[in-house]
């Protein structure tokens, strides 16, 4: 199981599958380095504006630290997506892989 692809198991499209998931999960995560990026830089600004004490820069970190938060938020959904994506993948690949295998099913016994 370790180390497989989505190919394996005889799957006629295993490897465009493989392909897809691995675009997929390729855009993800540069939109999630892109936003983690914008946070690092966002929480260094409204630690600076904190330091100085200055009104019109605590004023000013309201609303930085509600980009921050809709900045986790969309993390969040990112991550989310990509679970999802990932589990409907794997359930299509284990239904192609049953139904390429018929033999291998357990049949119980007769009573």
Do not use: C, W
Not at 4 to 19: A, C, F, Y
Not at 41 to 70: T, W, Y
Not at 97 to 109: D, L, M, Q, V, Y
């Amino acid at each position: 199981m370790e180390g497989e692809t989505l190919s394996s198991g005889g799957m006629g499209n295993g490897r465009q599958m493989d392909g897809k998931m691995a675009q997929t999960f390729q855009k993800n995560f540069v939109q999630v380095q892109n936003i983690l990026d914008q946070n690092r830089l966002l929480i260094n600004e409204i630690n600076q504006n904190h330091e100085s004490k200055m009104p019109d820069n605590l004023a000013r970190n309201v609303g930085l630290i509600r980009e921050l938060n809709n900045n986790i938020r969309r993390v969040v959904d990112l991550y989310a997506h990509l679970s999802a994506s990932f589990t409907k993948s794997m359930e299509a690949s284990s239904e192609g892989n049953s139904a390429a295998k018929p033999g291998h099913k357990r049949n119980r016994p007769p009573p």
